[in-house]
Structures are given as C-alpha cells and as structure tokens.
C-alpha cells in the first residue's frame, strides 16, 4: 500500500539552487595590522578575519529522496527527520505537504505513535480535503489502536481510536481505508465494553449495586453492539433483584430474552427469576425498554 503511495507522490522538480553565504576565516594571532587591531569584529573573535565562502543548498526532491532511501534501509528515524525537514525549509509548498506525510508514515512505522499522531493531526489541520487525508486519519487511528492494553486498564487509547476511526468513516464514507476503520471501531469499542463489565461485576460482588447498574446501564447504553450486551442484560437483572427493585429486574430479563432468546444468559436470568416466582415482563416505560426501541429505530 505505501510502496504505491510513495510512487504516487514522487513528483521531481528541477527546483533552482539557492547559495548562502558563510563567514569564516582566520588570523594570525601575533602580526595584525593596525587596521585589524582596531576592528571590533577582529577583536571580539579572538583575531578572526572574515572569507567568504558558496555552499549550495540541498533542494527540495533532493531531501524527500534522501528520506525514501533511509526508508529503504528501515531507518525510520533518519527519514522522519528529513521529511521533516521538507516543512522547515519549504514550508507552504507541495514538498511540504509530502513531507508531513511521509514523515507521518515513518513515525508510525517506527512505533512512535505519540509522534504520528502530533504529525498527522497538523497534516490534517492543513490539508483536510487533500487526497492522502484519508491514509492520514487511518494512521493516527492506528497509532492510537495499536496501543490499546488489555480489559485490565484504562481504556483511553481505545476511546480516541473510535473516535479517529469515526471520523474517517464519516467524512470519506468511500475511501479504501473505511471497511477497516469500522471493524477496530467494534473491536475498540468491545474493549471498553469489557472494561465496563469488569467494574461492575466488582461493584455487584461489593454489593455496591447502583455503581454496578450504572456500569451496566453504560455498556448497553454505548456499546450495544458488543458481545458484552448479553451479559450486561443478566447483570442488571442480578442487580435489580437484589436491590429489590421487581419491575426493572423483569424488563432487563424480558429485553434480554427478546433479543437474545438461545441466549445462556437469558436462561439465566430466567432462572433467576423463577428463584423469586416471577417471570420476564418488559415495562415499556423502564429505561431498559426505551433504550432498546431507541437503539433499534
């Protein structure tokens, strides 16, 4: 996919070379003349004359090649630089522009992720319609995914990676990243579910039932799509039985069992039920209802 990006956007230019002028020389430390004596600029650099001297400068096509031929060698650092170096000395400028790119790619190829999500985020900020902003927001999306850590933790990195991913989908609904982009998006989202899941399995074995609800209530409310919703269902249903609330218990278990009748859960939560003499009832005016009739209108 990269190696025909980068043939994309190779565009040579014969751009003309520009010359700087340098000062450097030397003097004699003993023997100066009376004029160099009474130079302040000979004083002030310990006796130093001025030359000058024509260094020609490396041209635009020239640093975007060097960087391709470091990422040819895998030297993902070294190519960061010198892509980066295209938006100091050309700024304003289609070198410029694939220099961000480029220098996006080599920093997410690299692992850097905090670095290419910086780098794509100021390519988006400055070329928001161009062609190669879709691969832009797929990499930052990336860089954020890739670090997603286990149900254990904070969920943050996930969070932004829907979020990226999200708008991906939704400014460049046809563009070749986007099928991909939707499917981390559910697996993103599952991760947090499952965090969700984990506080308030902890809450409800704390008895602290209304924390535990509300976890519950978060997963069905943001993440109905996830594998978690099943269970999330039966927790409530656990949740609301012990808190003796009878009619919220009977709706989570009547939704569950709607949606997900060969459900194990459902026959969980059915059985929980029994235990009590009660059977699933949905309350269309439970919260549990209408946020299912929403989800699903």
């Known amino acids: 996919m990269m190696q025909s990006l980068v043939r994309s956007i190779l565009q040579k230019s014969a751009g003309a070379r520009r010359v700087a002028l340098i ?7 003993a023997g100066c003349s009376s004029l160099d004596s009474m130079n302040p600029l000979t004083s002030f650099f310990g006796g130093e004359k001025y030359k000058t001297e024509l260094l020609p400068d490396v ?3 020239g640093i975007y090649d060097q960087g391709l031929a470091r990422l040819g060698k895998k030297d993902f650092s070294g190519a960061a630089k010198k892509f980066g170096e295209l938006e100091k000395q050309y700024p304003n400028s289609g070198w410029s522009q694939k220099g961000l790119l480029m220098q996006t790619y080599s920093e997410y190829t690299e692992g850097k992720y905090d670095e290419a999500v910086a780098t794509a985020n100021r390519y988006i900020g400055l070329y928001p319609t161009s062609k190669d902003a879709p691969y832009v927001y797929y990499l930052a999306g990336m860089s954020y995914y890739n670090q997603i850590p286990d149900a254990d933790r904070d ?11 999200n708008q991906l989908v939704e400014k460049f609904p046809k563009s070749e990243y986007t099928t991909d982009a939707k499917f981390k ?4 989202k ?3 579910a499952g965090r969700e899941m984990k506080i308030g399995r902890f809450y409800l074995e704390q008895s602290n039932y209304t924390a535990a609800i509300n976890r519950f209530r978060e997963v069905i409310g943001k993440y109905q799509s996830t594998r ?10 656990e949740a609301y039985l012990r808190l003796g609330v009878v009619n919220e218990a009977q709706t989570a278990a009547a939704v569950l069992g709607h949606n997900y009748p060969d459900s194990q859960w459902y026959k ?3 059985a929980r039920l029994r235990e009590g003499g009660l059977q699933p009832n949905e309350q269309r005016d439970s919260w549990i209802s209408k946020l299912f009739r929403k989800t699903v209108g």
């Open 59 to 61: 041209p635009a096509d």
């Open 23 to 29: 000062a450097a020389a030397s003097l004699p430390l």
């Open 185 to 188: 998006i559910q697996v993103a």
């Open 268 to 270: 969980d939560a059915y």
């Open 190 to 192: 599952d991760q947090i």
């Open 155 to 165: 969920q943050e990195r996930a969070e932004k990676s829907v979020v990226v991913f």
């Open 228 to 237: 978690h919703t099943e269970e999330a269902l039966f927790r409530l249903t």
